[in-house]
């Protein structure tokens, strides 16, 4: 009987195939350019990394060049040669190429320049090839390095993953923004946050953290606001105050700088991307930033229960001029406008102890410490005149006991927009989806 072991055959590394000037190798690919000058031909190969030259010469080659089309799958044999001019200082002299797949048509946008040149529309209408561009590419490589950093953080500092629940039976955040669904006869939403289940698993594991889609049924179209997007959670038990969240933030943000740093300096050049300085980040109080925000930009404050768009980026614009810093944590966010969940400040009732981290001048994070008694809990969601009977099973963490605990909330593509200094979150997500997009 036919039977499979666990082998894993993966493509040559670009050091692999380096290592091997003077030989020669057959490698897989995608034809991403082909560049006609006169007696040869330059045919660039995509790779899920990287992008290589090589060269096509009538003479070494046994095919004819009119086989090969852009975006043709390949396999090709070639003689790794050195040359100085090409970038990586070799190039492969094409020998043989099976064509394993050719497209039906051309691609309907020019998508092997260095940037896609339509609009963002466009660019997202035809996503599953305008992503193959090397730039945009690259931005979801980037994504990856921030996400890997972060979970290689909180393995390390104990920190366990866990994978919660997107089908709920009742919203976390409060708001209007939930979308609701029939669930076999029953109201049921799509998970705005894990926040009830990250508390939950901190009474069993203590520190858990999740990376993972929440939903939000944000109904105006914004640069900063997707309807799904990737949020970075965690939530920690025996804390004795909300710094020690604000602290776990610095490091882990720190850690996966440096952690891209280190793995993507490819991406790093190519999008010119500038590592912000997240040694340490300055603190606030939501009450003094708005009064900062009204001094030093003669502005008249209408709201002094939450901040809007512009005045965040006013407010990270007066902390760079006056600390050198991209990001500041804001704290004590009005209970007005804080969840039902979020602890109040026993000095300032009206205060919550909870933080948001901006980073230039966008919102990235939301976090704070957490009610853990139940007879507190129980009260702020009747003050809040939220029926109990909604949250019994939330309720019961309480009931049975939990930890002094908080955690934070990160919106990725935020996170990622933000580092790459693009004008729009969607940028920063491979599929979004908008109040328009439900497609690719
Ligand atoms: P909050 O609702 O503030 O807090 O969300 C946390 C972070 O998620 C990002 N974010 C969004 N990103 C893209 N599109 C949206 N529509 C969107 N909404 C929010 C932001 C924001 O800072 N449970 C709490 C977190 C916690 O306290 O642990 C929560 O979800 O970057």
């Not at 031909?41 to 060049?65: E, G, K, M, N, P």
């Not at 790093?268 to 912000?276: A, D, K, T, V």
């Not at 606030?284 to 925000?293: D, P, Y």
């Amino acid at each position: 009987m036919k039977t499979i072991i666990g082998i894993t055959k993966k493509s040559y590394t670009i050091e692999e195939i380096a290592s091997q000037i003077g030989g020669e190798i057959w490698i897989c690919g995608s034809i991403y350019r082909i560049r006609r000058m006169s007696g040869f031909a330059f045919v660039i190969i995509r790779r899920s990394r990287d992008f290589i030259q090589c060269v096509y010469q009538s003479d070494t080659a046994d095919f004819s060049l009119d086989e090969l089309a852009e975006e043709s799958c390949v396999r090709l044999k070639a003689f790794l040669r050195r040359e100085a001019r090409s970038k990586r200082g070799w190039e492969l002299l094409l020998l043989k190429a099976e064509v394993l797949s050719r497209p039906k048509e051309p691609s309907p946008v020019v998508i092997n320049h260095k940037e896609v040149n339509v609009s963002m529309e466009k660019l997202l209408d035809y996503r599953p090839v305008t992503l193959r561009n090397e730039r945009e590419r690259a931005v979801f490589r980037i994504e990856e390095g921030i996400s890997n950093g972060f979970r290689r953080f909180f393995i390390k500092q104990g920190f366990k993953e866990i994978h919660t629940p997107k089908i709920v039976s009742a919203g976390a955040e409060g708001g209007a923004n939930l979308f609701s669904f029939d669930y076999f006869g029953k109201k049921a939403y799509l998970a705005q946050s894990p926040q009830f289940y990250k508390q939950m698993m901190v009474g069993v594991f203590e520190r858990v953290f999740e990376i993972g889609p929440v939903f939000r049924a944000e109904k105006h179209d914004t640069s900063r606001h997707l309807n799904e997007y990737t949020s970075v959670d965690l939530e920690m038990g025996y804390i004795e105050n909300f710094d020690e969240i604000m602290q776990v933030e610095t490091a882990m943000i720190l850690s996966a700088l440096e952690f891209l740093q280190n793995q993507y300096q490819e991406e790093i050049e190519l999008l010119q991307i500038q590592i912000p300085d997240v040694k340490e980040i300055p603190v606030i109080r939501f009450r003094e930033a708005k009064e900062q925000i009204a001094q030093n930009f003669c502005r008249i404050i209408t709201d002094w229960n939450d901040f809007d768009p512009e005045e965040e980026k006013l407010l990270s614009k007066w902390i760079w001029r006056e600390t050198g810093s991209e990001f500041v944590f804001v704290t004590h966010y009005p209970s007005a406008k804080r969840p039902f969940y979020a602890m109040d400040d026993p000095k300032e009732p009206e205060e919550t102890l909870s933080f948001d981290l901006i980073f230039r001048g966008l919102e990235v994070t939301t976090g704070g410490q957490r009610i853990h008694d139940f007879e507190m809990q129980k009260e702020k969601l009747k003050k809040r005149g939220l029926q109990l009977s909604d949250f019994e099973s939330y309720l019961m963490m309480h009931r049975y006991g939990m930890p002094p605990h908080g955690g934070l909330g990160l919106g990725l593509e935020r996170f990622v927009s933000r580092l790459l200094n693009q004008d729009n979150i969607r940028y920063s997500a491979l599929f979004p989806r908008d109040t328009h997009r439900l497609t690719p």
